[in-house]
């Protein structure tokens, strides 16, 4: 039973398109999140959801809008794709401890390649 | 701003030659530093959270360290299938995200 999943695991597109991402989790855990890994495997976070609520915006373009329909699901939809899109996109998921996130649980990863 | 400094950048090790990665920090009000390993085309893989200076935890030729400022992460007679990306990951007071390095990739040769 995988964790995290999320799909598709590959996606490439011209630039201009609209694309998404889908992922679940049966961990039960509360919060997800997604996070984007550049060419230099630098991971970053762009949002975070806890119990639907997104609750982390980082500096994104608004291109890209999540959604979460319920606590174990996360989506993520990209319009107008631009090359500078290319990367792999990560969706993890965490249950709070201690006042902070917790150990975060990862996804394979979707590899976006915008030509 | 949180910062996370990960160092050597890659190591290359022979078989059994054991080892430390550092990793740097600085943050408000630490609440967790974690560690990850990551493998080619894989997501990361949790190993450790660490919650308070001097604290210790191990898992088989693994142990990480915290003090104050850093963690190490010892590798101890390290095998091939060892060789992967380690990244650090601090988890800062009152936010519920994890600022990541950049990684250390470790190459461990026969």
């Known amino acids: 039973d995988t964790a995290v999943s999320q799909t598709p695991k590959y996606l490439v597109t011209q630039m201009g398109n609209d694309k998404s991402i889908k992922c679940e989790q049966n961990l039960g855990h509360d919060t997800m999140y997604w996070y984007k890994q550049d060419s230099k495997k630098f991971l970053k976070i762009m949002f975070s959801y806890n119990n639907k609520e997104l609750i982390i915006n980082e500096t994104v373009p608004n291109r890209f809008s999540p959604k979460s329909p319920d606590k174990a699901h996360l989506n993520l939809h990209i319009n107008s794709l631009e090359l500078g899109d290319s990367a792999v996109y990560f969706c993890a998921s965490s249950q709070r401890k201690r006042g902070g996130p917790g150990e975060l649980f990862f996804g394979e990863g979707s590899r976006l390649t915008v030509l | 701003e949180d910062q996370v400094t990960q160092s050597p950048e890659a190591l290359r090790l022979q078989e059994g030659e054991s080892s430390s990665l550092n990793c740097s920090y600085t943050?408000?009000?630490?609440?967790?530093l974690f560690w990850y390993r990551q493998d080619p085309g894989k997501g990361p893989e949790f190993l450790f959270t660490l919650y308070s200076a001097g604290e210790e935890k191990e898992k088989e030729r693994l142990k990480a360290t915290l003090t104050k400022k850093e963690s190490f992460l010892h590798i101890t007679a390290p095998k091939p299938e060892d060789s992967a990306t380690y990244l650090c990951?601090?988890?800062?007071?009152?936010?519920?995200?994890?600022?990541f390095g950049t990684g250390t990739q470790l190459k461990v040769e026969l």
């Open positions: 990951a601090v988890s800062p007071g009152g936010g519920n995200k994890l600022t």
């Open positions: 943050v408000s009000g630490l609440r967790g």
